[in-house]
């Protein structure tokens, strides 16, 4: 199993000379390889100006057949709940992915009235 990490080349399509080539050949070679898997990490924004969607759509064509061999995941979702308490609200965000044949696991990372301890004892909190 491999991990591609993307930090900050998503969303920040940035100025000069920046790794999203070399991170879009890296993905295209990968997903021919047997048995692979793409794990997307989306935040949660509307999927028309989800970042993650953009990329992968550069980077794999239109169409969307990526898809078929994609797992979603929409980390952070904790920020978008105050947006979307009821569950007509949850349902209507969540239409523009449904209809697209995305369907993300939702991730919420637990939030500590502190946040500043040292990442030992952060991570024995979360």
Sequence with gaps: M????????????????????????ILRATMKKENTKLCVLLEPKEFSTNPSIDFCDETFGGGRQWTENAIFLMTKFDKQILDSRTGSKANKFFDE??????????????????????????????
């Design 2 to 25: 491999r991990f591609v990490d993307t930090p900050g080349i998503i969303s920040n399509k940035g100025q000069g000379k920046g790794n999203r080539q070399d991170i879009q050949d």
């Design 97 to 126: 992915f449904r209809a697209n044949n995305i369907t993300p696991h939702l991730v919420i990372t637990p939030t500590l009235p502190k946040e500043d301890l040292p990442l030992a004892d952060l991570f024995k909190e979360r």
